[in-house]
Structures are given as structure tokens and as C-alpha cells.
């Protein structure tokens, strides 16, 4: 077979309602010079006969069946190891990807033979009976970057808009990233943003695409039914701190850098301390309110709490909360977010829509 200038991974688990829609939305592209990897990652539904029934239909699909699940990670980096070709990407199977958006890429290639590509998403959200409610574009302008000083500056930026992390919107030089001997890491929440910080710390060339062909299925959970991770505030500022310290090995950590980074802290501690009030995190009201002073103490806090200056209301009012030290305004906070999350889910879900 003649190697496929586009590799796409999708590792497949519990998604037999949406498996196909996201298969035909990669093998439908419009460029058509791709290969399809579905790593089925010991589904307990249907999804292995059907990843089976994909590829018998288009000789373009391979279908790794996984002998023991190993969680996201694993099965993207197990999925990688038959990646043939000279770009690849990784994509959800309950997501699905508009026709024409390899081509746009490609094209883009063409132009600036980039090491990384980037595009926007449409995050779509569905209630609790499956039905869409409501939609937002996420997108930044497009850029053709061929050197690391002009690149630089707007990975920060594509953080800010949240598309720095994600791995479905993007397309990676699998050359360069075999040449890293990049792999995912098993750390739940943020293997992805780590991913991409180790990719881009020395690429010299970088496409973003002002398109937003991705459609990102996100469903409107209440607090108590979504997924409780007990860490979920020591993961995160980890993931800041890698940031960080990325810009700070360019010597690039510009005021613009600390106020970006400064807004996302709060975003995430303001979060985590909602999320403090979740009884599966057994803490008591008074170990709640230790953890808002031991917040107080941290170096991230120190280092990025007076750089707090966002668009968003509640962003900028609850970084005066953090800024001036009011650890009971807080906890009340905390505690009334938690409140709105799981008895009006969906106006949480708006609310969090405004960046």
C-alpha cells in the first residue's frame, strides 16, 4: 500500500450510537489520501464488531483490537505504532469532523509546510435526553508561521481559547513527533495539554486555521452525575505550571503571558473549590475553607494572582475574591456554584460558554 499522507487514530470505547457518524465523517473527507485506525479499546458494546464492519466496507481502515483496556492514552499511543503517514491526528469517536476540513489543512500545508496544524471546533451541548441546546464556536484567526520567535506568542493565546490542548484539531508531523519519541502520558484530565507542550516546545513552524469544522459532543451533566476526580486542582495547576514554565524557557514570560495564565488559574481554582463541596470529595466545611487558605499560600498563587485582568465578569470577581484574600466569600462561592451546577445544569452550561 502507498503510504497515506493523513493518519487518523480514534480510539474507540462505549460509543456504538456514534461510532459510525464519527468513522464516515473521516473516510467522507473530501481529501481523501488518509487512513483510518480504530483502536478498540475492549469496548463493552458493539463497537469492536462494528470498527470490524468499517473496515470491511473501506480498505483505507485498520481496526486494532486492544486485548485489555488501558484507558485513552494507551490506546492513542498503541494506535500511533501503525500510523503510516506523514501527518497524523486523533480524534474522538463520538465526535465528527466536517467534510472538507483535511483538505483546508492540507491546503494550508501546501503553503507553509508546517509542523503542527491547528483549527477551531463548535462545541455542541446536549441535555440529558440527547437533544442539541445549545452551540459555540471556538475558533482564533488564521496564521501561516514558519519560525519559532513569530509562533511563539500565540500558543499562549490558542490556550487562552482553550485550543491548545485538545488533540482532535490538529494535525502533527509524525516524522518530528516519532523523532521526540512523544507518547501520552496516563494522567486523566490533562495527558493532552502535556502532549502538546512537549510537542511544540521546539517546532519552527505552526499553521492555525480560522476554521471550526470539529464538532466537539459535550453533554450538560449535573455535578453529582458527572465524573468526580479527586485531584482535579493538583492536576490542573500542574497543567499551568507546565505553561509556565514553557514561556519561561523561551524568556517569554511577557506580561501578556502572566495575565492569560493568571485567568486561567482562577478559572481552575474557582472550580476546584466548587467542587470541594461535592460529597465524594469528603472534605468538611472546615477543610474546605484550609484548602482556600492553603491557596492563599502557593507559589502559583504568589506568583500570577496580582496579573488577574479577564473580559468576563465573573472571572474578574472572582479573582478579586482570590486577589484580596476573602477566604469565606469564597467558600460561599464555591458553594453557590455547585448549587447552580446541579440544580440548573443548564444555565451553568451557559454561564461557563462565556470565556
Excluded at 38 to 66: F, K, N, Q, Y
Excluded at 167 to 173: F, H, P, R
Excluded at 246 to 251: A, M, R, T, V
Aim: with cysteine.
Amino acid at each position: 500500500m502507498n503510504q497515506p499522507f493523513i493518519s487518523v487514530v480514534m480510539p474507540v470505547y462505549g460509543v456504538e450510537q456514534y461510532l459510525n457518524r464519527a468513522a464516515d465523517s473521516v473516510l467522507n473527507q473530501t481529501f481523501r489520501d488518509i487512513e483510518l485506525i480504530l483502536v478498540d479499546d475492549c469496548s463493552p458494546d458493539r463497537c469492536g464488531t462494528i470498527c470490524d464492519e468499517i473496515a470491511r466496507r473501506d480498505a483505507r481502515v485498520t481496526v486494532m483490537h486492544l486485548e485489555r483496556n488501558g484507558g485513552l492514552s494507551h490506546a492513542r499511543n498503541q494506535g500511533m505504532t501503525l500510523a503510516r503517514g506523514q501527518y497524523i491526528c486523533f480524534m474522538d469517536s463520538d465526535d465528527y469532523l466536517d467534510s472538507n476540513a483535511l483538505q483546508i489543512a492540507v491546503d494550508s500545508i501546501e503553503k507553509n509546510p508546517a509542523k503542527l496544524v491547528v483549527w477551531g471546533l463548535i462545541e455542541e451541548y446536549y441535555n440529558a435526553t440527547d437533544q442539541l441546546v445549545s452551540t459555540v464556536q471556538v475558533s482564533y484567526p488564521t496564521h501561516l508561521l514558519s519560525s519559532r520567535e513569530t509562533l511563539r506568542p500565540h500558543l499562549i493565546r490558542l490556550e487562552e481559547k482553550t485550543l491548545l490542548g485538545y488533540q482532535w484539531n490538529k494535525l502533527y508531523d509524525l516524522d518530528y513527533l516519532r523523532q521526540k519519541q512523544l507518547q501520552y502520558e496516563h494522567i486523566p484530565l490533562i495527558e493532552d495539554i502535556l502532549f502538546s507542550i512537549a510537542f511544540v516546545q521546539d517546532i519552527d513552524s505552526l499553521n492555525i486555521l480560522d476554521i471550526t469544522p470539529y464538532h466537539y459532543q459535550k453533554k450538560i451533566d449535573s455535578g453529582l452525575t458527572a465524573k468526580f476526580t479527586a485531584n482535579y486542582y493538583d492536576l490542573h495547576m500542574l497543567r499551568i505550571r507546565k505553561l509556565l514554565e514553557l514561556y519561561q524557557s523561551w524568556d517569554l514570560c511577557t506580561e501578556e503571558v502572566k495575565r492569560i495564565l493568571a485567568n486561567i488559574y482562577v478559572r481552575y481554582v474557582i472550580s476546584a473549590i466548587q467542587r470541594n463541596c461535592d460529597k465524594r470529595s469528603g472534605l468538611s466545611c472546615k477543610e474546605q475553607k484550609q484548602f482556600i487558605r492553603e491557596i492563599f499560600e502557593s507559589d502559583l498563587y504568589q506568583t500570577l494572582i496580582d496579573y488577574v485582568s479577564a473580559d468576563s465578569t465573573i472571572v474578574k470577581i472572582l479573582g478579586g475574591l482570590l486577589r484580596n484574600k476573602k477566604e469565606i466569600a469564597c467558600y460561599f462561592s464555591g458553594k453557590g456554584i455547585y448549587f447552580v451546577k446541579n440544580k440548573l445544569p443548564m444555565v451553568f452550561a451557559k454561564v461557563k460558554q462565556n470565556r
